[in-house]
């Protein structure tokens, strides 16, 4: 239905004939098959001169049926608003809301109407003919007859109706044909385009169009180019063809984000509105439904839902018939606007419609919206409720796919995989998104093999894998540190012609760098380079930026950031932060500071992450001046803290004792709309400071919590019992233990457990005892850690029969024996020369086909050695590699040890040598062992070999070590010739009487 202000230019030169004077019904009327009354006959010979007429305010319907009486009264009433512009966002999406609540589907409104378009009389009122001179953009005046005759007046009247007893919309582009030659300001245009020079003439607005296309496309087209570029359309007399102009807001629509265009859709709607402003429309030939569905893609696009329904309710106003398009485009906004229920209704409601024009476009819109909002599961009746009904909506692959996709975002693995399966049944073929929904899923759950498994049916069904695909299967084995599938799989990718984006790089970087492969990654970020695939960016640098940082391998990272700027990368606030953060979390706050200071030099402002570094850092280390200067620089330049950078500070006031200082902080977080610490944050630092052995320091914080209203729980009490073990106050820990049940909080396992192991290290193992005994008669049950605790107690104590006879009941209680259970009492049995027995057990287990770790090895390597069990000794540590275990520090150092014990001084170097090939890294206290053996062995040359490796940081000379050294070089000592085959740092033992 044409819109009413199109109408006031349209009938601007029409004659109306006489008014039809059948009283207009006061309420709506309702669809009927009444025979509508026929309009009288249009006189064609009324007087030219007349006042040209309009539609009749008071009594013309703007709308049909579809819209409720609210509706009609909210519309009519927008006719008399003083306004010039076409277009009202606020009115248009009121139109938009009593169409919905109607529920009737866009094809209705372009139906035949059941009331009367009704002519005005000749004679306006003053009032109402100045209000519709206003609109129609100047002073009214006559139309001449030469400009309309009477023959054209009445050619135009007859359009206006049907003959065949039902009244119908007229033409819109029948009136706007023939409006355009009459208008007041189309005479203006023809006046106007007889002074354009044939300069002017000859450009082309369709031309223009295409080149500004081609720039958006390439990415140098600005806003303010666009802009201009209406500047000369809105110019020209003659209307822009509306073809053009859809091109052209089309490319805006899908135009990617660049630095000189960073917002097309926002750029093709502020455009829009300039057409729309007083009467900068005439320029442009009328608009068209595509027009108004590129325009309401582009209000989605840009975030503005609201906009779109609003864009919709003005389309609803110029009659334009609806298509598949602007429905589903509806659909889309009223999803953005958070309004799925009304498209799900609206959907459904158009399904039951036999002339409803819904798709599987349509469906898949609605369903995304759901599973987007966790709400698969009535996604998933939705689509059983299309199946049903049929329709237009036929259930495609892409609605599986949605709805799998939702169930596994919501965790719902099982639903999904059943989904699947009723796909396939369904006669529906998964394709490549179906796929990758799937595994992507799986390898997020570390599903690897049902990935796989998924993997293989979709290259047994021709489906080929793409880059999603691999990326998501090396995301996956990486984050199990599956490196040689990982590898593999990426070399696959890159076999199958595939070349990894930016994003697989950056993903398999990202997972080597967490799990302390931080080499590995440098060497795929070699390799972006060398294969000339791409070229790392910002994010590559700062995931290994990150990786270095973790390790602590500061010269590297250094390294590489100072490479960027070679490379044309421009650190940003995130770079600097990282290497703030990993300098600060170190204590190195010199260096950390000089790249905050540097910062705003190379023009990067901190952020509020970068501050939480800093200021974290100045609380850890006590220097809460420094951290509240910076906590004032960040307000002054309009950063507001966090509750992280509040955290921070409140930890450390609490830490150092200044709780005045903390409570001030709490209270102004929260007068800040920050919620204040939880109580959880408190019993973090005191357990910390409890770890400490600072227990009188926790307790001040404990009524700092009950002062703000919170009430401690049990957390909180363990942590202060075990800061009590720790220091050997076993009485005050007791009094902790009465005062929580005290305040109805029942002690659990936690609290028993710490009691019990606070006994058995001060060696109060019959206290540890009786309350053990206690905990079963409290019937708190005692856990595999309890035992544990017992058993190592008891071993401890020399008590080896009592043990033995613990860990039977242990067995007996069904509680569960785990590894750690078999290494105490292993290494118990050794450690009271009952070796022979530990054996015997440890083999009874391997039967068991026990899976034993590496410390149980190390422990009965070293007992074998004890009782010269040599050869098996030896064979178990052969064997480590078959058992699916790595040698680690102590295993070294147990076969050096007893290798050189057993005088083998070469087949010692040589295991040696295999532990710094493996990366096993010697412990100070081992380099010590092995220079004493060799010194006593008289292997002068090999000692000084291992003396070079003390630095004096990671390993130094312990005291027994210089001992020796002095007793055997000195003036009288063995080796006192010998001086000279040390390093030459050691040789002043020479003067050492």
């Known amino acids: 239905m044409a819109g009413a202000r199109n109408l006031l230019d349209e009938l601007s030169t029409v004659q109306a004939p006489p008014v039809y004077t059948q009283p207009m019904p006061t309420t709506m009327p309702s669809a009927s098959t009444e ?21 009749n305010i008071e009594e013309e319907p703007l709308f049909a049926q579809e819209l409720t009486q609210a509706a009609a009264a909210q519309a009519r009433a927008r006719r008399v608003s003083k306004r010039t512009s076409n277009y009202t966002e606020k009115e248009d999406k009121v139109l938009v809301e009593g169409w919905l609540i109607i529920g009737q589907d866009a094809l209705t409104v372009n139906r035949t109407t ?7 009389p000749k004679q306006v009122p003053d009032k109402e003919a100045a209000l519709r001179r206003h609109e129609l953009g100047g002073h009214h005046r006559p139309v001449s007859s030469a400009r309309s005759s009477p023959r054209r007046r009445g050619r135009l009247a007859r359009r206006l109706w049907l003959h065949r007893g039902s009244w119908t919309r007229y033409s819109a582009s029948g009136v706007a044909g023939c409006a355009a030659s009459t208008t007041p300001m189309s005479r203006l245009h023809r006046r106007f385009s007889s002074s354009i020079s044939p300069r002017a003439r000859s450009w082309s607005p369709h031309s223009a169009f295409a080149a500004a296309t081609e720039r958006l496309r390439a990415g140098t087209l600005t806003s303010e180019d666009a802009h201009r570029l209406f500047d000369q359309l809105l110019a020209r007399p003659a209307p822009v063809h509306v ?116 798709n599987a476009f349509s469906c898949s819109i609605v369903l995304k919206s759901l599973c987007d909002h966790s709400r698969s599961q009535e996604a998933l009746d939705l689509l059983q409720t299309v199946a049903k009904k049929g329709g237009g909506c036929s259930l495609d692959v892409v609605a599986y796919s949605t709805i799998i996709h939702g169930f596994f975002k919501e965790g719902q693995i099982g639903k999904a995989c059943d989904l699947f399966h009723e796909m396939v049944q369904q006669g529906v073929v998964p394709n490549v998104v179906t796929y990758n929904s799937i595994i992507d899923a799986l390898c997020k759950v570390r599903a690897m093999d049902k990935a796989e498994l998924f993997l293989r049916q979709m290259v047994g069904n021709g489906v080929p894998p793409d880059k999603v695909t691999y990326t998501s299967m090396i995301h996956g084995y990486s984050t199990l540190g599956r490196w040689k599938e990982a590898t593999k799989t990426f070399r ?49 640098y700062s995931i290994l930026l990150h990786g270095y940082a973790s390790e602590g391998c500061f010269a590297d990272m250094i390294n590489l950031f100072n490479s960027m700027e070679s490379n044309g990368i421009v650190p940003d606030c995130h770079v600097c932060t990282i290497l703030i953060d990993a300098y600060a979390k170190c204590g190195m706050m010199d260096e950390a500071m000089l790249i905050f200071t540097e910062m705003a030099g190379q023009g990067v402002s901190p952020d509020v992450f970068t501050f939480s570094s800093v200021i974290a850092a100045f609380c850890r280390m006590g220097r809460l001046a ?81 002062h703000f209203g919170e009430r401690p729980d049990v957390i909180i009490f363990n942590s202060l019992i075990d800061g009590y073990c720790l220091v050997g106050k076993m009485e005050k820990a007791m009094r902790v233990i009465d ?96 070796t022979d027995e530990a054996i015997v057990l440890f083999q009874k287990l391997g039967a068991m086909h026990v899976k034993f ?30 058992r699916g275990l790595v040698p680690n520090a102590s295993t070294y150092g147990i076969m050096i040890r007893n290798l050189l014990k057993e005088g083998l001084v070469e087949e010692a170097e040589n295991m040696f040598s295999s532990m710094e090939k493996s990366g096993c890294a010697p412990s100070s206290r081992l380099i010590n062992d092995i220079i004493r053996m060799m010194l006593e062995k008289g292997e002068i040359v090999k000692a000084g070999n291992y003396m070079s490796k003390v630095d004096g940081k990671g390993i130094s000379l312990e005291a027994s070590t210089i001992s020796l050294l002095m007793s055997l070089f000195s003036k009288n000592g063995k080796y006192q010739d010998k001086i000279k085959s040390l390093p030459v740092k050691y040789q002043f033992f020479d003067g050492v009487s």
Request: charged share 20%; net charge positive; glycine share 6%.
């Open 35 to 55: 025979q509508a009354p026929q309009p009288p006959p249009v006189d064609t010979h009324q007087d030219s001169t007349a006042c040209p007429g309009s539609i």
């Open 114 to 120: 059941h009331w009367p378009l009704q002519l005005p």
């Open 243 to 358: 073809r053009s102009l859809n091109g052209f807001l089309a490319a805006l629509a899908r135009a990617p984000d660049s630095a000189t265009c960073r917002d097309g859709p926002a750029l093709a709607i502020a455009l829009f509105s300039r057409v729309c402003r007083q009467e900068s429309g005439q320029r442009m030939a009328a608009l068209t439904v595509h027009t108004y569905g590129i325009l309401m893609d582009c209000c989605c696009r840009a975030r503005l839902p609201e906009l779109g329904l609003a864009l919709f309710g003005r389309l609803l106003r110029t009659g334009l018939k609806t298509n598949e398009i602007i429905c589903s485009t509806l659909l889309k906004c009223l999803c953005c606007a958070k309004r799925t229920n009304e498209a799900v209704n609206l959907l459904l409601h158009w399904m039951s419609d036999p002339g409803g024009v819904t």
């Open 492 to 540: 696959e990718m890159t076999r199958q012609g595939l070349i990894p984006n930016i994003i697989t790089w950056n993903s398999f970087m990202t997972s080597l760098c967490k799990h302390g492969k931080s080499k590995e990654a440098a060497a795929l970020f070699d390799s972006m380079t060398a294969k000339g695939h791409h070229k790392p960016d910002i994010t590559s």
């Open 626 to 706: 420094d951290a509240i200067e910076k906590f004032n620089q960040m307000i002054s330049i309009g950063i507001q803290p966090n509750a992280v950078v509040y955290r921070s500070l409140i930890q450390g006031f609490c830490t150092h004792g200044d709780l005045v200082k903390a409570k001030e902080l709490v209270y102004e977080m929260m007068n800040k709309g920050i919620p204040r610490p939880t109580i959880a944050f408190f019993s973090s630092i005191i357990n910390s400071l409890c770890k400490e052995g600072r227990v009188s320091d926790a307790w001040p914080i404990f009524d700092l919590v009950i």
């Open 739 to 834: 005062s929580m049940v005290s305040v109805g909080i029942e002690p659990n396992d936690v609290s028993y457990n710490t009691l019990v192991n606070g006994y058995c290290r001060t060696e109060r193992i019959d206290d540890g005892l009786i309350l053990f005994r206690e905990m079963l008669h409290k019937r708190v049950k005692p856990t595999t850690v309890t035992y544990n605790i017992i058993l190592d107690g008891l071993f401890r104590s020399g008590r080896t029969v009592a043990a033995k006879k613990m860990f039977h009941e242990m067995i007996e209680s069904g509680t569960t024996v785990k590894i750690s259970t078999y290494n105490i009492l292993l290494g118990g049995l050794c450690g009271n020369n009952c």
């Open 853 to 882: 770790d590496i410390a149980i090895l190390n422990i009965m390597i070293n007992a074998m050695y004890k009782v010269q069990r040599k050869e098996e000794a030896n064979e178990l540590f052969a064997a480590l590699s078959a």
